[in-house]
């Protein structure tokens, strides 16, 4: 597999097979992830990776306590800014509609939004999580360095035949997560990752997400 294939097939799979991931497949895929760049070769990235029992009980914790705490244990950082403005409002809006559609969950529906949101913390099935975090010392600069070691994840996971999903939801349980997985006071969590086999059959795994055309957001200069 190429990159643009890596690229091309890569989603958010909210649906996965019962199928557990290999250790070493994913020390794997961390390894080769570990040659993402960052500034100043920081590598100010954190990984915890949570599989078998440990995270049949972290995720049992977190469902235990979603019932009286649908909003969780608040965030750490916005996970979104305060006031939205356009277009991103309204892309963000678009995705939500076509994610609630592909299982039949009408807008009005608040229950059954709720419920496929809880879906987050089964992480949709998926048997290996990953958590990251960050030194809260980091700025923005360091923060985009995590992400890229992220989407090398993401990459190297569709050339193993896996698939992702990242997960912010997470972050809405940083102080369940952080005691259960010991994360430092001085990190802090960024999100989970669910990383298995795609469910092929789950309606979720049909969506295509949009983008904007590159006019939208290039800006060619010279030439
Ligand atoms: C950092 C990050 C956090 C995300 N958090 C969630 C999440 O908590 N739950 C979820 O269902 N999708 C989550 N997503 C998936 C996005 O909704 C998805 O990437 C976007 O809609 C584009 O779709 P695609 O990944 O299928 O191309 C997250 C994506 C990123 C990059």
């Not at 965030?75 to 309204?90: C, D, G």
């Not at 990251?132 to 890229?148: N, P, T, V």
């Not at 960024?190 to 298995?196: A, K, Q, R, S």
Request: net charge negative.
């Amino acid at each position: 597999m190429n990159v643009s294939e890596a690229l091309e097939t890569r989603l958010t799979v909210r649906g996965f097979l019962d199928r557990p991931v290999p250790a070493d497949t994913v020390r794997s895929i961390l390894e080769t992830a570990k040659r993402a760049p960052s500034g100043g070769n920081l590598q100010p990235w954190h990984v915890y990776v949570v599989s078998g029992d440990a995270l049949v009980d972290l995720k049992a914790q977190v469902q235990a306590r979603i019932g009286d705490h649908p909003t969780g244990e608040g965030t750490e950082y916005h996970i979104y800014p305060p006031n939205l403005s356009e277009p991103y409002r309204t892309r963000r809006f678009r995705i939500g509609e076509q994610m609630f559609a592909t299982v039949g969950v009408a807008r009005e529906d608040k229950f059954g939004r709720l419920m496929q949101f809880a879906r987050n913390f089964d992480m949709f099935g998926a048997r290996t999580g990953l958590f990251f975090a960050i030194d809260r010392q980091m700025q923005e600069g360091q923060w985009a360095d995590l992400g890229m070691f992220m989407q090398s994840i993401m990459l190297l996971a569709r050339e193993h035949g896996l698939d992702t999903c990242p997960q912010e939801a997470w972050a809405i349980w940083y102080k369940t997560i952080g005691a259960f997985l010991k994360i430092p006071d001085n990190l802090m969590l960024f999100c989970g990752m669910g990383i298995g086999y795609r469910d092929p059959d789950h309606p979720m795994n049909s969506l295509r997400s949009e983008r904007a055309p590159l006019e939208e957001f290039t800006t060619f200069v010279g030439q």
